[in-house]
C-alpha cells in the first residue's frame, strides 16, 4: 500500500499548493500527473524529485495558458531543482543527458529565430532542461518519446486551431511538458 500512502499525500500537498475554492483545475492536473507517477513508478528513488517537478509544471503550464509565458524563475526550479538530485541518481547518464539538452537548446534556439510567431525564448529553456532531465531519467529513449510527443501535441492543436478558424498563438508550454510526462511514463524502468 505504499503507493497508496504516495498518492494521499500527493493529494493533500496539491490542496495546499492549489487551494480547492480557486483553482480546481490546477488541483487536478497536479493530482493527475503526481498519481500517473507514483503509480508507474513505484516507491522508486526518483519519485519525490519527480513529483516536484510536477508540480513545478502545473504551475509553469498554467503560467504559459494565461499569459504565454515561462517565467525563468521557474524554469530556473526545474533545472536546479530537479536536475542535481537525478544527477546524483544516475551519474552515468550525465554526458548524454547534456548532450540531449544541448541539441534541444539549439534546434528550439534556431525556430524561435525564424521570422514569424514561432517559438518563444521561454519555449527554448524549458526544452532544454525538460531534454536534461528526460536525459538523466531515461536517455535516449525517454528524450525521444518526451520530446516527440510534444510535437505531436502542438501539431494536433495547430491543426485544431487551423480547422476550427481560431488561427492564433497558442502556448507551446503545456505540450513540452505533457510531452516529458509521457516520455517519463512510456519510457520508465
Same mark, same amino acid.
Given at each position: 500500500m505504499p503507493s497508496l500512502l504516495v498518492i494521499l499525500s500527493i493529494v493533500f500537498g496539491c490542496a495546499a499548493a492549489f487551494p480547492l475554492t480557486r483553482r480546481p483545475p490546477a488541483l487536478l492536473s497536479a493530482a493527475g500527473a503526481a498519481g500517473l507517477? &507514483? =503509480?508507474r513508478l513505484g516507491p522508486a528513488p526518483?519519485?519525490?524529485v519527480l513529483l516536484i517537478a510536477a508540480e513545478v509544471g502545473v504551475l509553469l503550464a498554467l503560467t504559459d495558458l494565461r499569459s504565454l509565458r515561462l517565467p525563468?524563475?521557474?524554469v530556473a526550479t526545474l533545472a536546479f531543482g530537479v536536475g542535481p538530485p537525478l544527477a546524483l541518481l544516475t551519474p552515468y547518464r550525465i554526458v548524454p543527458a547534456l548532450a540531449a539538452a544541448l541539441l534541444t537548446g539549439a534546434g528550439y534556439l534556431a525556430l524561435?529565430?525564424?521570422p514569424g510567431r514561432g517559438l518563444g525564448f521561454?519555449?527554448?529553456?524549458?526544452? &532544454? =532542461?525538460l531534454a536534461l532531465l528526460l536525459g538523466l531519467l531515461g536517455g535516449w529513449p525517454a528524450v525521444v518519446t518526451g520530446?516527440?510527443?510534444a510535437h505531436l501535441l502542438g501539431g494536433l492543436t495547430?491543426?485544431?486551431l487551423l480547422v476550427t478558424r481560431r488561427g492564433r498563438v497558442f502556448p507551446f508550454g503545456p505540450a513540452l511538458l505533457l510531452g516529458?510526462?509521457?516520455g517519463v511514463l512510456v519510457t520508465a524502468a
Amino acid at each position: 500500500m505504499p503507493s497508496l500512502l504516495v498518492i494521499l499525500s500527493i493529494v493533500f500537498g496539491c490542496a495546499a499548493a492549489f487551494p480547492l475554492t480557486r483553482r480546481p483545475p490546477a488541483l487536478l492536473s497536479a493530482a493527475g500527473a503526481a498519481g500517473l507517477l &507514483a =503509480v508507474r513508478l513505484g516507491p522508486a528513488p526518483q519519485l519525490p524529485v519527480l513529483l516536484i517537478a510536477a508540480e513545478v509544471g502545473v504551475l509553469l503550464a498554467l503560467t504559459d495558458l494565461r499569459s504565454l509565458r515561462l517565467p525563468d524563475p521557474l524554469v530556473a526550479t526545474l533545472a536546479f531543482g530537479v536536475g542535481p538530485p537525478l544527477a546524483l541518481l544516475t551519474p552515468y547518464r550525465i554526458v548524454p543527458a547534456l548532450a540531449a539538452a544541448l541539441l534541444t537548446g539549439a534546434g528550439y534556439l534556431a525556430l524561435a529565430l525564424l521570422p514569424g510567431r514561432g517559438l518563444g525564448f521561454g519555449d527554448v529553456k524549458l526544452g &532544454a =532542461v525538460l531534454a536534461l532531465l528526460l536525459g538523466l531519467l531515461g536517455g535516449w529513449p525517454a528524450v525521444v518519446t518526451g520530446i516527440g510527443s510534444a510535437h505531436l501535441l502542438g501539431g494536433l492543436t495547430a491543426i485544431y486551431l487551423l480547422v476550427t478558424r481560431r488561427g492564433r498563438v497558442f502556448p507551446f508550454g503545456p505540450a513540452l511538458l505533457l510531452g516529458a510526462l509521457t516520455g517519463v511514463l512510456v519510457t520508465a524502468a
